[in-house]
């Protein structure tokens, strides 16, 4: 079975300019959950998706918003990039429906880097 | 809010020595506990979680945890380090409430594991 993909791996944007991160989850898998990871902050929840539904957001700015597909595909798009949002984001897949207990699968990141 | 808190941010070991990396956490009621590693370059890989029963976990490659409600804690363990274990363990928790859980893991800091031939 494929594990969760992230595409692209390594992204290099100016600021302002927006971008988009792609997450395919685990075939099977409805909930899919975004994170990101810097070494100030460590690893911070920004939101999950289930059923095209968002269930849970993090304490991030509106600039952060995200979408699921019915195919369970899911992207996350930042708008007007600041430096601070040089990061590696994960996205990680489960199940679904019974929330606290699912195991998560990561993937291998996104590291976007702000110029 | 939960909060989750990991003691030593780098913890050095001989191959063959003890593995602990400590965790406890911060909510009245216990969450649901678990560990993950991560490998440069990559992504978390669940070590094992505890969510109810048994308070002795075992997980993947020889690591256990021991939840202990009285202390708020669930310490990581592993008998023997190998020279593979080096890499960055997360401690995070999961909320017992369905409506704030949904796919949230609230992560510990980190601690770096190294391991010395």
């Known amino acids: 079975k494929a594990g969760v993909t992230q595409t692209p791996r390594y992204l290099i944007k100016t600021r302002g300019q927006q971008v988009t991160l792609s997450c395919s989850p685990i075939?099977?898998?409805?909930?899919v959950s975004w994170y990101q990871q810097t070494p100030g902050q460590g690893l911070q929840f920004l939101f999950e998706y289930f059923s095209e539904t968002q269930r849970n957001k993090g304490n991030f700015p509106g600039r952060f918003s995200g979408r699921q597909f019915s195919n369970s595909r899911s992207e996350m798009n930042v708008s007007t990039l600041e430096l601070g949002d040089s990061a590696l984001y994960l996205c990680?897949?489960?199940?679904?429906?019974?929330?606290?207990?699912?195991?998560?699968?990561f993937g291998a990141g996104t590291r976007l880097s702000v110029l | 809010a939960q909060s989750v808190t990991q003691l030593g941010s780098h913890v050095s070991v001989s191959e063959g020595a003890l593995v602990l990396l400590r965790c406890n956490y911060s909510?009245?009621?216990?969450?649901?506990l678990f560990w993950y590693v991560q490998y440069p370059n990559q992504g978390l890989q669940l070590l094992l979680k505890y969510t109810t029963g048994a308070t002795l976990v075992k997980g993947i490659n020889g690591f256990e945890a021991e939840f202990k409600k009285s202390e708020t804690s669930f310490h990581l363990t592993k008998p023997s380090a190998h020279m593979s274990d080096a890499a960055e363990y997360f401690c995070a928790v999961s909320d017992r409430d369905g409506g704030t859980s949904y796919g949230k893991l609230t992560f510990g800091q980190g601690t770096i594991l190294t391991v010395h031939p």
């Open positions: 909510s009245s009621v216990p969450p649901y």
């Open positions: 075939s099977g898998h409805r909930s």
């Open positions: 990680a897949s489960s199940l679904g429906p019974t929330g606290g207990t699912d195991i998560q699968y």
